[in-house]
């Protein structure tokens, strides 16, 4: 008896300690189910964020090359030549829109660097010229700033160093790979002894090697026209992102006597670009401005032409003048501030704070550069003055963009260190050292013309 009612109590106790175990089992089966269906609201929830995410940034997404009648020969011939140029081409604007090879390359019977291949008249040399057959507003803006005059070095004693102090009679490498990769070549062509072009091929002329391939942003084309735009827009993706990032800049902004570059990456502004660039929107398509499309930094870009917020909206810019912002000039022995003239033909001229400004409607005699037989010549011509932009206007549109992240008084004290550093520099260095060399010069110790 007493073994029976001893199995019945240990039957008992297993039973309900059975139950005790089912029951929470089933209570933490129901909990990770209630956790299980959370998860999976909050994973579709994430899925269709992302799907929301993807829409809006298609980011490596590119339509495909639209390949005209026109250009298809082109295409298909120079994928095999060349297959990563045609690449680069592919995933353009360009070839999105169905700007290929022919449009940008065409030329005109009896044009200097025309020849006829394949049964079209094209030129190796693409201008500024040619781009504003599409791009007129940037040609415009480009042709009158301070990157179209880069090439005007050629007629400076800057080249004269290059050529004859540095170089040899018969080599003038130095310049050709130094001075002109980033101030830009004259472009010639080889001549035989009457003087006319050397062609080969099917007529194809001969390009003097020293002056070209040539990407400098002043240099002078033969169709007249100033500048490369592949210096800053590198063909042939033209990608907006090469022309945003300060290191397109770079490549001629820097070192010992232009050193831009090295004080833009040492600043607090090239520090927060490099650590943020993924944040930089580099490359969004269209319109690319400051306190709307993106915050991380400024660039070379950000600051000199492109466009930014202010209080009353957007400022719209995007021009391709770099110099309008700028209002000290550092290049000569005595820096001086900047005032701008306009004339009647949209010709730009700096004038120093120390030059009397003329009036508004007054004929100005101005000293042009061009290119006459291949060789850079001096003509003066009179112009009309239409509008005058004073250095604190030119200053006012750079603040505008310090301005998106700074106080007024953080700009305004900025400017007044700036300031101060140029003023002490002309002071205790530049204006002494020049009272020195006229002191010489009119003693005839030394004679600056030789």
């Given at each position: 008896?007493?073994?029976?009612?001893?199995?019945?109590?240990?039957?008992?106790?297993?039973?309900?300690?059975?139950?005790?175990?089912?029951?929470?089992?089933?209570?933490?089966?129901?909990?990770?189910?209630?956790?299980?269906?959370?998860?999976?609201?909050?994973?579709?929830?994430?899925?269709?964020?992302?799907?929301?995410?993807?829409k809006?940034?298609?980011?490596?997404?590119?339509?495909?090359?639209v390949?005209?009648?026109?250009?298809?020969?082109?295409?298909?011939?120079?994928?095999?030549?060349?297959?990563?140029?045609?690449m680069?081409w592919?995933?353009?604007?360009?070839?999105?829109?169905?700007?290929?090879?022919?449009?940008?390359?065409?030329?005109?019977?009896?044009?200097?660097?025309?020849?006829?291949?394949?049964?079209?008249?094209?030129?190796?040399?693409?201008?500024?010229?040619?781009?504003?057959?599409?791009?007129?507003?940037?040609?415009?803006?480009?042709s009158?700033?301070?990157?179209?005059?880069?090439?005007?070095?050629?007629?400076?004693l800057?080249?004269?160093?290059?050529?004859?102090?540095?170089?040899?009679?018969?080599?003038?490498?130095?310049?050709?790979?130094?001075?002109?990769?980033?101030?830009?070549?004259?472009?010639?062509?080889?001549?035989?002894?009457?003087?006319?072009?050397?062609?080969?091929?099917?007529?194809?002329?001969?390009?003097?090697?020293?002056?070209?391939?040539?990407?400098?942003?002043?240099?002078?084309?033969?169709?007249?026209?100033?500048?490369?735009?592949?210096?800053?827009?590198?063909?042939h993706?033209?990608?907006?992102?090469?022309?945003?990032?300060?290191?397109?800049?770079?490549?001629?902004?820097?070192?010992?006597?232009?050193?831009?570059?090295?004080?833009?990456?040492?600043?607090?502004?090239?520090?927060?670009?490099?650590?943020?660039?993924?944040?930089?929107?580099?490359?969004?398509?269209?319109?690319?401005?400051?306190?709307?499309?993106?915050?991380?930094?400024p660039?070379?870009?950000?600051?000199?032409?492109?466009?930014?917020?202010?209080?009353?909206?957007?400022?719209?810019?995007?021009?391709?003048?770099?110099?309008?912002?700028?209002?000290?000039?550092?290049?000569p022995?005595?820096?001086?501030?900047?005032?701008?003239?306009?004339?009647?033909d949209?010709?730009?001229?700096?004038?120093?704070?120390?030059?009397?400004?003329?009036?508004?409607?007054?004929?100005?005699?101005?000293?042009?550069?061009?290119?006459?037989?291949?060789?850079l010549?001096?003509?003066?011509?009179?112009?009309?003055?239409?509008?005058?932009?004073?250095?604190?206007?030119?200053?006012?549109?750079?603040?505008?963009?310090?301005?998106?992240?700074?106080?007024?008084?953080?700009?305004?004290?900025?400017?007044?260190?700036?300031?101060?550093?140029?003023?002490?520099?002309?002071?205790?260095?530049?204006?002494?050292t020049?009272?020195?060399?006229?002191?010489?010069?009119?003693?005839?110790?030394?004679?600056?013309?030789?």
């Amino acid at each position: 008896m007493c073994n029976k009612t001893n199995v019945l109590k240990v039957f008992c106790l297993f039973f309900f300690w059975g139950l005790l175990v089912f029951g929470t089992g089933c209570s933490e089966v129901s909990e990770l189910r209630r956790e299980n269906q959370s998860l999976s609201e909050k994973f579709s929830l994430l899925q269709q964020k992302t799907v929301e995410l993807e829409k809006q940034y298609k980011l490596d997404e590119k339509p495909s090359p639209v390949i005209t009648v026109a250009n298809q020969m082109c295409v298909a011939c120079h994928k095999n030549l060349a297959p990563a140029l045609v690449m680069e081409w592919e995933r353009s604007r360009h070839a999105q829109k169905g700007v290929g090879c022919v449009d940008c390359h065409k030329a005109n019977s009896g044009e200097i660097d025309a020849w006829q291949h394949m049964g079209a008249f094209i030129s190796t040399l693409v201008s500024p010229k040619d781009c504003a057959n599409c791009h007129t507003k940037e040609y415009e803006e480009f042709s009158r700033s301070h990157h179209a005059k880069a090439g005007e070095i050629l007629a400076s004693l800057d080249n004269v160093l290059a050529e004859k102090v540095i170089g040899l009679p018969e080599n003038n490498a130095d310049a050709v790979n130094g001075c002109w990769q980033c101030h830009g070549s004259i472009i010639k062509f080889k001549r035989d002894d009457t003087g006319e072009i050397v062609r080969e091929g099917e007529g194809r002329p001969v390009i003097d090697p020293d002056t070209w391939p040539n990407s400098g942003i002043g240099r002078l084309n033969p169709d007249g026209s100033k500048g490369s735009c592949h210096a800053c827009h590198s063909r042939h993706s033209f990608e907006a992102k090469l022309s945003r990032a300060p290191e397109n800049c770079g490549k001629c902004h820097m070192g010992p006597d232009h050193p831009q570059m090295e004080i833009y990456r040492e600043s607090k502004h090239g520090i927060a670009y490099t650590a943020n660039i993924g944040r930089m929107a580099l490359d969004k398509e269209g319109d690319w401005v400051l306190g709307k499309d993106y915050s991380a930094a400024p660039t070379c870009t950000t600051c000199h032409i492109s466009s930014y917020m202010t209080s009353e909206g957007e400022h719209t810019a995007s021009n391709h003048d770099v110099g309008e912002r700028i209002s000290w000039t550092l290049r000569p022995a005595i820096s001086t501030k900047i005032n701008l003239v306009i004339y009647e033909d949209c010709f730009k001229e700096d004038y120093p704070d120390t030059r009397k400004l003329p009036e508004i409607g007054e004929e100005v005699q101005v000293i042009e550069k061009n290119v006459q037989e291949e060789k850079l010549v001096k003509k003066t011509v009179s112009k009309r003055v239409v509008k005058i932009v004073t250095w604190q206007e030119r200053r006012e549109k750079m603040k505008g963009v310090c301005r998106n992240c700074h106080n007024q008084t953080h700009v305004d004290n900025f400017y007044q260190q700036f300031d101060n550093l140029v003023v002490l520099y002309n002071e205790k260095f530049a204006k002494p050292t020049q009272a020195m060399m006229k002191a010489l010069t009119e003693e005839e110790d030394l004679n600056p013309n030789t």
